[in-house]
């Protein structure tokens, strides 16, 4: 592998092992529980953005203090 090929390897392998990109996976995983419990609740795919758009409203918060006691 030359070095060019390589870097954009080794960038997207830091950008993986961040704590930010963790934190997004993390809070994406919780949007995508969410997005389920409440389709299932209504019956049919409410969707990406109203998932998304619930859970920040009714949940992040509470999510967000909970992973930093957790984090201690």
Not at 8 to 22: E, G, M, T
Not at 48 to 65: G, M
């Amino acid at each position: 592998m030359s070095e060019e090929t390589k870097a954009p390897v080794v960038a997207n392998d830091l950008l993986k092992n961040s704590s930010l990109y963790r934190e997004f996976q993390a809070e994406r995983e919780e949007i995508l529980k969410h997005k389920w419990i409440e389709s299932e609740k209504a019956g049919h795919d409410i969707g990406f953005e109203r998932a998304l758009t619930d859970w920040i409203i009714r949940h992040r918060s509470k999510w967000r203090k909970s992973r930093q006691l957790a984090g201690r």
